[in-house]
């Protein structure tokens, strides 16, 4: 123990001199800090690293989902051949998954691809995964590793300890076919009515009209292509515009529209002379006119406007001349109301008078519509008050028959295109459309209420008959035609050619509205003078009312076709359809 001491202090003397000495401690430092700043910079290259394969990978993706969306009944292989081209093995690919894609501004984005069948679907979302080794940081990795292996570890086991630095990286993409198709919801001009056509056109444009069956009948048959109407107008106005849609958003006048219906007319393989000749006296009847155009409840382009009024039409979007001029003479009526007497040679009816007022479309919408799944096109709220006189017998010989109708706005919705890759003749467009709600009524509707678009009127009883000085008549009655659910309307590709309407009806009733407006019809009979009435007046000008039924069909389905409207039924139709290409969506 006595020669164990000295040791023991000679030890501590010797570490206290091992502390206390200066000499040599930056480099000791140095060495430690360096595997720090090692481990920093090892760091920063590998997620440098990362980020650059995570956007290599990102790009591949994107390409393989067009590829896939190109071509979905391969659209798996399609995906592999892509990826394997950017430098991915075909196993990265992870899931190809198909669907329908909905371009809806009012969804959420990640609800706006649905997995579903691929006999249906229109999209794609692609899936890769794979893995990416650390570079400086696995030396790091791996050395600790190899430093802490035993001796007589396998091979196997320290190869696992080199592949614990590899980091998985995975991406996703969604890709749409480019499949667009331009559709409109509205025009009914089936029967055509020279007086009514020149009556009613004419006061929304503005001047006398005189045009006969025939030159409504060509005008019928001749068709508009909008592109090349928007070609036309640009230089009929002299505008600087430079693509399809300045053209829409120009100020424009109805005469300068009208002459570009002409000779977009002419343009067009359907025209005739007959067309042309009664366009050319339509524009010359109103060269004077002043009146605003806006084009945009007319039409809208959707990607196309973007693209220059030199380039080709890129789809077939077309109106006939009818279905135009009635359109734009509508819009060109604003929110101007209209009184019309109607000359009409209908048994039971002695005159009609009429009033109109034309509200406007929802906001950001058009007759016509080109575009992808989810757009959709509108009819305008539109507001008709028929004053009729029938003619009945007896004491009951003339009735005055005051009629109110309101007819909310059509909608058609592009819900489907379907289309097997880039040909067109396997297409099939399919539209959900809604008629408009109609509400009508026998009553008093006052002036400020027929005007006022932002309710509804809900009129008291009219006079219906008045024998001075013996009895009054007066009667009320409500009646709706509503279809709350959309109807699905499918077009195939022969149907778009030739331009096929098909008419979707509200599904709520089972007789005509007038029908159903003399069976609600409610009549009072009040004595006057000496108050000892007239005995059966009230049946009797329910008679007359009745049996004016069938006559008022006539009427009203005249006037509203004339305005492109229906008794709650809505015609729609696809005018052009393009298939192929993709685009990516997400």
């Not at 990826?83 to 894609?101: C, D, K, L, S, W």
């Not at 190899?146 to 991406?171: E, F, H, R, W």
């Not at 003339?398 to 007819?407: A, F, N, Q, S, T």
Request: net charge positive; with cysteine.
């Amino acid at each position: 123990m006595a020669r164990i001491a000295p040791s023991v202090h000679g030890l501590v003397r010797a570490l206290a001199a091992f502390a206390a000495d200066r000499r040599g401690g930056v480099t000791l430092m140095f060495a430690a800090a360096i595997f720090v700043l090692f481990g920093f910079g090892a760091m920063a290259v590998d997620v440098g690293s990362f980020f650059y394969e995570k956007r290599r990978q990102q790009t591949a993706n994107d390409l393989a989902a067009l590829a896939a969306a190109g071509d979905l009944p391969r659209a798996r292989a399609a995906a592999e051949a892509t990826a394997t081209r950017n430098g991915f093995a075909p196993g990265t690919i992870e899931t190809v998954q198909h669907g329908i894609y909905t371009a809806d501004a009012g969804l959420p984005v990640e609800q706006r691809f649905v997995p579903g069948p691929a006999a249906t679907a229109n999209a794609v979302r692609v899936r890769m995964k794979a893995v990416t080794p650390m570079l400086l940081g696995r030396v790091l990795s791996a050395s600790s590793s190899l430093t802490a292996t035993p001796p007589g570890t396998p091979a196997t086991t320290i190869q696992a300890s080199y592949s614990s630095g590899d980091v998985p990286i995975g991406s996703s993409a969604i890709a749409t076919q480019e499949m667009q198709a331009a559709f409109t919801v509205g025009s009914r001009l089936a029967k055509l009515e020279g007086g009514v056509l020149n009556g009613l056109l004419g006061r929304l444009l503005g001047g006398g009209l005189s045009l006969s069956v025939m030159d409504y009948e060509a005008l019928a048959k001749a068709r508009i292509d909008l592109f090349d109407f928007s070609k036309r107008l640009a230089t009929r106005a002299n505008l600087t515009a430079v693509t399809f849609d300045d053209v829409l958003q120009a100020n424009v006048r109805l005469p300068e529209v009208l002459t570009a219906i002409q000779e977009a007319s002419r343009d067009h393989a359907t025209g005739s002379p007959a067309a042309t000749s009664a366009l050319s006296r339509l524009a010359t009847a109103h060269a004077g006119s002043t009146r605003p155009v806006d084009l945009r409840a007319l039409a809208a382009f959707g990607t196309f406007g973007e693209k220059a009024l030199s380039e080709p039409a890129p789809i077939a979007a077309s109106l006939t001349a009818l279905d135009m001029v009635s359109a734009i003479a509508q819009i060109a009526n604003g929110a101007r109301q209209i009184d019309l007497s109607l000359a009409l040679q209908v048994p039971g009816i002695a005159s009609v008078q009429l009033r109109l007022g034309i509200g406007e479309r929802p906001v950001g919408t058009s007759l016509v519509s080109v575009g992808r799944m989810g757009a959709s096109v509108h009819t305008a709220q539109t507001r008709l008050l028929f004053t009729v006189q029938l003619v009945g017998s007896g004491s009951a010989a003339l009735v005055r028959l005051p009629l109110y109708l309101e007819l909310a706005a059509a909608t058609a919705k592009l819900s489907s295109i379907q289309c097997n890759g880039s040909d067109a003749a396997s297409a099939r467009v399919t539209l959900a459309v809604t008629p408009a709600l109609v509400d009508a009524w026998i009553g008093q509707v006052s002036m400020a209420e027929f005007a006022n678009f932002r309710s509804a009127p809900n009129p008291p009883a009219a006079t219906l008959l008045n024998l001075a000085g013996l009895a009054s008549v007066s009667g009320r009655a409500h009646a709706t035609m509503t279809n709350l659910a959309p109807t699905p309307v499918s077009f195939g590709y022969s149907e778009i050619l030739r331009g096929d309407k098909r008419t979707t009806s509200t599904q709520n009733f089972t007789a005509t509205l007038l029908s159903r407006l003399v069976g609600d019809l409610d009549i009072r009979v009040q004595a006057l003078g000496l108050g000892l009435g007239v005995p059966g007046l009230g049946p009797a000008v329910s008679g007359v009312i009745a049996g004016a039924a069938t006559p008022l069909d006539q009427v009203l389905n005249a006037v509203l076709g004339t305005l492109g409207l229906g008794l709650g039924q809505a015609d729609s139709w696809v005018t052009g359809v393009r298939c192929g290409g993709a685009v990516l969506v997400r």
